[in-house]
């Protein structure tokens, strides 16, 4: 078997009494870490370490891993305006969040016949969400209902300052005609 010692340099190809008479001098473990290989290779190291800081480094991985849902948010095809632009808004909170949005639009009795309207509904959220969002699944009749999916633009969120910015940015344009 092909020998490494515990700093990384290899000591050549050993047999496997002398490997393990290698690694109890050092008080450390032998570990074989690659079986396929010919001839198999193995590491001297401090194993229950070793399995710590790999558990370490798949916590960190999945920590930074990001978190997608997919939310949903129900309209119907005669919605006023007040509800609309509150769902509206609603999705592009959820969008800024890094959520996917599920826009259904629910359709009842006669207003199967005029699934336009569902459709031109769609065409407006997205026109409206449109530097934060792109369509990830265009509009498509499902039954009664009519979807949309929307996902977050990467692009558009690292172009835009963020929330604590803005805010001073227009807390400091209102002040200035005060001053003057």
Request: positive net charge.
């Amino acid at each position: 078997m092909r020998l490494i010692d515990a700093d990384g340099n290899q000591l050549g190809i050993k047999a496997l009494p002398e490997a393990l008479h290698i690694a109890r001098e050092a008080d450390l473990d032998l570990v074989e870490v690659a079986p396929m290989a010919n001839p198999p290779v193995c590491k001297v190291l401090d194993y229950g370490k070793w399995k710590y800081e790999a558990a370490q480094r798949d916590k960190e991985s999945r920590r930074k891993a990001s978190n997608v849902q997919i939310k949903e948010m129900k309209y119907r095809p005669k919605i006023g305006g007040g509800d609309f632009d509150t769902k509206t808004r609603k999705v592009a909170h959820f969008l800024d969040q890094g959520h996917k949005v599920k826009i259904t639009i629910m359709f009842r009795g006669r207003e199967m016949a005029h699934p336009e309207l569902g459709k031109r509904i769609l065409d407006q959220i997205a026109e409206q969400l449109t530097p934060g969002a792109k369509v990830e699944a265009a509009p498509k009749l499902d039954g009664r209902n009519m979807v949309m999916v929307l996902a977050p633009d990467k692009r558009s969120r690292t172009a835009k300052p963020s929330g604590g910015e803005q805010q001073e940015t227009q807390q400091m344009q209102e002040q200035q005609p005060q001053e003057s």
